[in-house]
């Protein structure tokens, strides 16, 4: 699969409906979460599996690799520094002080008067500060609450600058909160008057509130931060240890100025939080010509963007809205109908002058922020990360050049030109090519079509070796290490499952997966045949998937029901399927409107292909053919002006009627590697070929910079795999793969001729009596009581097609063929 997603996600959650897949609780909005990515199985694509940060970082060997997590630089500094500290000390050992303080204690100002300190036993007042402790020991529940000085008596050795929420107070409460940590002595007495230890004061904190019942009226955000151990991002404090803060930083000027830089933002984006509702957010970005959709916390980020660092320019490939994602800026813009942009830049270009307000805004932050803003902007830093990625071409450090070394790979398939390129890139790096599958191979690179009969591929599957393609060296030496596996396997089609049988009746089939296609049909309306298969395929996300939609009648009666299946093509383990039963008007309307959602177009204009335009991440229709004439022409011979006789002339109609043998093919099989959406029709490989002329054509050229023509060769590619679907789809960039993609075309063109019977076209203005001459074959009657007929009525009665309508002896055929 192109383009895979980073094995992790880090963000803080856009709303309170997902749960943590390790504690099963709810993640509530804005809480700092993890999800480690997998392939979906209900969708062609990938989907995180969230969990609270604090249950992930907990765990030992989680994250690998700081490069390995999505998002990181958009978090608040703390917590990219917790993620750091856990990936740089190789997991949760090293962080047991941060557990002991972030993670059981929190300040903040009281939002409600409800609360009662534990200590003194007195209401906590709205807008005081408080602090929090959850309690130790099983069954314990809740939160105990403390006044500020309360909490400093019980623990006067806590620092609690490094709480959570800390930096969330306003500079008066920190200066109030220090004056009492000042006024408490260093060390606690108990009642004999010696002195307690840090840790059991502590623990004498969290023991006197376990009894303490869950006060619902608290505030919501306070309570999921303390009973899940991650921070709203609205009360985000510093959770470094003291050994974290005692480190040295590689690059501490960089280092200081990106925590500078990402506090100020995150300063920003919490003011926005507080003064500027989201409807303001949205008419600010259009009126500075940003992309306005998304999220709250989309919204908010993005406005903060644009009030730090200046509005965004526009796209130079295809002029689609920038974002900042994954440290650098990415367009999130169409290429083409068929294409995503791949455009991303570190310096993306900005538009001169000030970040606008609308004018008709009230709001006295937005107005007064207005006022105080700079014209000058200053350039945004870009994450450590971000930076040495710039110079992956360059020489690699020690550690990713042992990363690659550990590659041992068998390659297959590939030109002899780009085989001999990546054996000198691979032992270059340190890695081993094997000119054969080994016991220690890592994996088998493939390019083109898999051959399942193959014996390496055989070889390897026998001995469970990842089979992926090419993408995946190109990924590795991108990254400068070795990648997983997992997110570049080939899905390969079970040899069992390799041919489907197809049930044509009237001119269509029913789908197998519906269960219906021995009772039922596809609804015929006189011209309109509703059934469609659509395809997409865009090689810069990885998705290849299809939807099948259809209106299906039983037999014998009226009922008719929709069917729909979707998935990723070749792969049966994704996706899924519906059938929903409902009056024949109510089946169309519905089969309309899902065609409209899928397609962007409306059913009439690609049923009578006029005004049918391919959207942008929408599905494409695709031409199959079930071996039927969608429109029977007329013959303009009479009968009557035929010379042969009654029994011959018969047979002749059947003979040169292209129809009768179509519904002789009424089941017939698809072999689902090569036509894994179903047998394609003339008008679709033709298309095909048009965009294989694009792709030669644009191999052939060299009037365009390397990174437009990978672009549109990639479009070429996708608009191809979309019309020819394909189970393994993938770039098409050397003379050798667009030959073998023009043999394939040829041989789907050869079964497509073969399905139209070839030589007996039913255009023809032939009489019978002419087609009769020439098949140079003499016909004569047979008696009925020769061995001849009765081995022929023998043949007729037991291979007749249960499908069929006809009895096979509704003519009187007594003939028999003489000089063939």
């Known amino acids: 699969m192109a383009n895979p997603p980073k094995p992790w996600k880090a963000e803080y959650a856009k709303s309170g409906r997902s749960s943590c897949k390790t504690c099963k609780n709810t993640i509530d909005k804005e809480v700092f979460r993890l999800g480690k990515m997998v392939p979906a199985t209900q969708f062609d694509g990938f989907m995180p599996m969230w969990n609270h940060a604090n249950c992930v970082l907990k765990k030992a060997n989680q994250i690998k690799s700081i490069d390995d997590v999505e998002g990181i630089e958009s978090l608040r500094w703390e917590d990219q520094q917790r993620v750091r500290n856990y990936v740089e000390d190789g997991g949760p050992a090293n962080t047991k002080a941060v557990t002991l303080t972030a993670m059981e204690y929190a300040i903040e100002v009281s939002q409600t008067s409800r609360a009662t300190c534990k200590h003194c036993g007195q209401k906590i007042m709205k807008e005081e500060v408080r602090i929090s402790t959850k309690p130790k020991g099983q069954g314990s529940k809740g939160l105990v609450w403390n006044h500020a000085i309360c909490f400093m008596e019980l623990s006067p050795a806590t620092q609690v600058e490094k709480f959570p929420g800390w930096e969330s107070l306003s500079s008066s409460d920190q200066a109030t909160v220090r004056a009492l940590v000042k006024k408490v002595p260093s060390s606690a007495k108990n009642d004999k008057g010696t002195e307690v230890p840090e840790d059991k004061q502590l623990q004498s904190t969290s023991r006197a509130g376990t009894k303490r019942k869950k006060n619902v009226g608290d505030d919501q955000n306070s309570k999921v931060t303390k009973l899940e151990g991650d921070v709203p991002t609205s009360r985000v404090g510093s959770t470094k240890n003291t050994s974290d803060l005692n480190k040295k930083p590689k690059d501490s000027d960089l280092e200081s100025k990106m925590e500078a830089q990402t506090k100020e933002l995150w300063a920003l984006k919490d003011d926005l939080k507080k003064h500027v509702t989201t409807g303001e957010l949205r008419e600010m970005l259009e009126a500075n010509g940003q992309d306005a959709t998304g999220s709250e916390l989309d919204l908010r980020d993005h406005c903060a963007d644009g009030m730090m660092f200046g509005a965004l320019g526009k796209c130079p490939m295809c002029s689609g809205s920038l974002r900042f994602s994954g440290g650098m800026y990415r367009c999130h813009g169409y290429l083409s109908a068929w294409s995503k942009c791949s455009y991303s830049s570190y310096e993306p270009e900005h538009v001169k002058g000030k970040w606008k307000v609308p004018d008709e805004t009230n709001n006295e932050f937005l107005r007064k922020w207005f006022k105080s803003q700079k014209i000058k902007k200053p350039v945004r830093i870009l994450p450590p990360s971000a930076s040495s990625s710039q110079a992956a071409n360059g020489q690699s450090q020690t550690s990713k050049v042992e990363s690659l070394a550990d590659l041992k790979v068998s390659i297959a398939g590939l030109p002899q030109e780009s085989m001999e390129e990546w054996k000198g890139k691979i032992k270059g790096a340190g890695g081993i090519v094997h000119a054969k599958i080994k016991k220690d191979t890592n994996c088998f690179v493939v390019s083109g079509e898999l051959d399942g009969h193959d014996a390496e591929v055989r070889k390897a599957r026998r001995m469970k070796l990842p089979i992926v393609?090419?993408?995946?060296?190109?990924?590795?030496?991108?990254?400068?290490?070795?990648?997983?596996?997992?997110?570049?396997?080939?899905?390969?089609?079970?040899?069992?499952?390799?041919?489907?049988?197809?049930?044509?009746?009237?001119?269509?089939?029913?789908?197998?997966?519906?269960?219906?296609?021995?009772?039922?049909?596809?609804?015929?309306?006189?011209?309109?045949?509703?059934?469609?298969?659509?395809?997409?395929?865009?090689?810069?996300?990885?998705?290849?998937?299809?939807?099948?939609?259809?209106?299906?009648?039983?037999?014998?009666?009226?009922?008719?029901?929709?069917?729909?299946?979707?998935?990723?093509?070749?792969?049966?383990?994704?996706?899924?399927?519906?059938?929903?039963?409902?009056?024949?008007?109510?089946?169309?309307?519905?089969?309309?409107?899902?065609?409209?959602?899928?397609?962007?177009?409306?059913?009439?204009?690609?049923?009578?292909?006029?005004?049918?335009?391919?959207?942008?991440?929408?599905?494409?229709?695709?031409?199959?053919?079930?071996?039927?004439?969608?429109?029977?022409?007329?013959?303009?011979?009479?009968?009557?002006?035929?010379?042969?006789?009654?029994?011959?002339?018969?047979?002749?109609?059947?003979?040169?009627?292209?129809?009768?043998?179509?519904?002789?093919?009424?089941?017939?099989?698809?072999?689902?590697?090569?036509?894994?959406?179903?047998?394609?029709?003339?008008?679709?490989?033709?298309?095909?070929?048009?965009?294989?002329?694009?792709?030669?054509?644009?191999?052939?050229?060299?009037?365009?910079?390397?990174?437009?023509?990978?672009?549109?060769?990639?479009?070429?590619?996708?608009?191809?795999?979309?019309?020819?679907?394909?189970?393994?789809?993938?770039?098409?960039?050397?003379?050798?793969?667009?030959?073998?993609?023009?043999?394939?075309?040829?041989?789907?063109?050869?079964?497509?001729?073969?399905?139209?019977?070839?030589?007996?076209?039913?255009?023809?203005?032939?009489?019978?009596?002419?087609?009769?001459?020439?098949?140079?074959?003499?016909?004569?009657?047979?008696?009925?009581?020769?061995?001849?007929?009765?081995?022929?009525?023998?043949?007729?009665?037991?291979?007749?097609?249960?499908?069929?309508?006809?009895?096979?002896?509704?003519?009187?055929?007594?003939?028999?063929?003489?000089?063939?």
Request: aromatic share 10%.
């Open 469 to 820: 393609r090419e993408d995946y060296l190109v990924d590795c030496f991108k990254r400068q290490k070795k990648l997983p596996f997992d997110l570049y396997k080939v899905e390969a089609i079970g040899e069992a499952s390799s041919m489907v049988t197809v049930k044509v009746k009237g001119r269509s089939a029913v789908h197998e997966a519906s269960g219906l296609q021995d009772s039922c049909h596809i609804l015929e309306d006189g011209r309109s045949i509703y059934n469609t298969t659509l395809n997409m395929s865009d090689l810069s996300t990885g998705v290849n998937s299809y939807y099948v939609l259809q209106i299906i009648q039983e037999d014998k009666a009226s009922d008719c029901y929709v069917f729909r299946k979707w998935g990723r093509v070749g792969n049966e383990k994704i996706g899924g399927n519906k059938l929903e039963e409902m009056s024949k008007l109510d089946a169309i309307s519905e089969f309309k409107r899902l065609f409209l959602e899928k397609t962007g177009n409306t059913w009439e204009a690609w049923e009578q292909k006029q005004n049918f335009q391919k959207q942008p991440g929408r599905f494409f229709p695709l031409d199959i053919d079930y071996g039927v004439n969608k429109q029977v022409s007329k013959n303009k011979h009479s009968d009557a002006d035929s010379r042969l006789p009654p029994p011959l002339l018969d047979l002749m109609k059947m003979l040169f009627n292209v129809e009768t043998y179509r519904a002789a093919m009424m089941e017939f099989e698809i072999n689902m590697s090569e036509m894994p959406l179903g047998k394609l029709s003339k008008s679709n490989i033709q298309k095909g070929f048009e965009a294989l002329t694009e792709i030669q054509n644009l191999l052939n050229s060299n009037a365009y910079d390397p990174s437009v023509k990978e672009s549109l060769i990639i479009d070429a590619s996708n608009r191809f795999f979309t019309v020819i679907p394909s189970i393994h789809p993938h770039v098409i960039r050397d003379e050798d793969d667009f030959k073998s993609k023009v043999k394939m075309l040829e041989a789907l063109e050869d079964i497509e001729i073969a399905s139209r019977i070839v030589g007996f076209d039913n255009n023809s203005d032939d009489s019978l009596d002419e087609k009769y001459k020439k098949l140079n074959c003499d016909v004569v009657p047979l008696p009925h009581d020769s061995e001849e007929y009765r081995l022929i009525e023998k043949y007729l009665l037991t291979t007749h097609a249960p499908t069929h309508t006809v009895s096979p002896f509704s003519c009187d055929w007594t003939l028999e063929l003489e000089e063939v």
